[in-house]
């Protein structure tokens, strides 16, 4: 157990829909970072927020977008759903100190499929 | 642009054996981090062993261990007494700037006993 939870576990929705995947962090920790696992790849950097504000982000378009709140839990939304975006999100949360930032833990991940 | 390269799908070692899985990465940066992490059917990802890029000293935890060279930008884990426990997809990770992560594709580990 790593102390990182997510909600819902599995989820189905259809093209053109939203969705909003929820994370929560281990209590103390100021960083959340999302990754998008397609079937049988490495997660994929989506974003990264640092006290609750996107301080980093990979190669994925305006219409995933996230909140990070001050009670250590975090959401991401994806907007106007495609077929590609069928894949596990999983939530990391950290802390990042005067010394750096400490080890990621992983949530289990949501494993959202879109038809 | 940072890549980080796994170029073995699937390995297979019988217990008690050593194994090797093989990492690459690219990167124009001179301070990083290098990571390997475990992933079991259960999905749950969790670190195995992490290497700060300014320490010449290759990183031990327990059986797990690395060999890092930085001028070759190449990380491979050693897994030492191989265990049926140690059976999952193994991802290799790189982070720069604190703000960006980068995995592998995975190798699949099979623990034969």
């Known amino acids: 157990e790593t102390g990182v939870t997510q909600s819902p576990t599995h989820l189905i929705k259809t093209r053109g829909q939203q969705v909003t995947l929820r994370c929560s962090s281990q209590s103390g920790h100021n960083t959340v970072s999302w990754y998008q696992q397609a079937l049988g790849q490495g997660p994929q950097f989506i974003f990264q927020y640092y006290r609750e504000e996107e301080n980093g982000r990979g190669n994925f378009p305006p219409r995933f977008s996230g909140l990070q709140f001050p009670n250590y839990s975090s959401e991401l939304n994806v907007n106007a759903l495609e077929l590609d975006d069928s894949a596990l999100y999983l939530c990391?949360?950290?802390?990042?100190?005067?010394?750096?930032?400490?080890?990621?833990?992983f949530g289990p991940g949501t494993r959202l499929l879109v038809l | 642009a940072q890549t980080v390269t796994q170029s073995q799908p699937e390995m297979s070692v019988q217990e008690a054996e050593t194994v090797t899985l093989s990492c690459t990465y690219d990167?124009?940066?001179?301070?990083?981090?290098l990571f390997w992490y475990k992933q079991p059917p259960s999905r749950q990802m969790i670190l195995v062993i992490r290497?700060?890029?300014?320490?010449?000293q290759n990183a031990t935890e327990n059986r797990f261990s690395v060999n890092f060279q930085k001028a070759a930008k190449s990380f491979s884990l050693k897994i030492s007494d191989s265990q049926l426990g140690d059976a999952a997809m193994y991802f290799c990770?790189?982070?720069?700037?604190?703000?960006?992560?980068?995995f592998g594709s995975g190798t699949k580990l099979n623990v034969k006993p």
């Open positions: 990167t124009s940066e001179s301070d990083y981090y």
């Open positions: 290497q700060e890029a300014y320490k010449q």
């Open positions: 990770a790189y982070e720069a700037n604190f703000n960006k992560f980068y």
């Open positions: 990391a949360s950290r802390l990042q100190g005067r010394r750096g930032p400490e080890t990621q833990y």
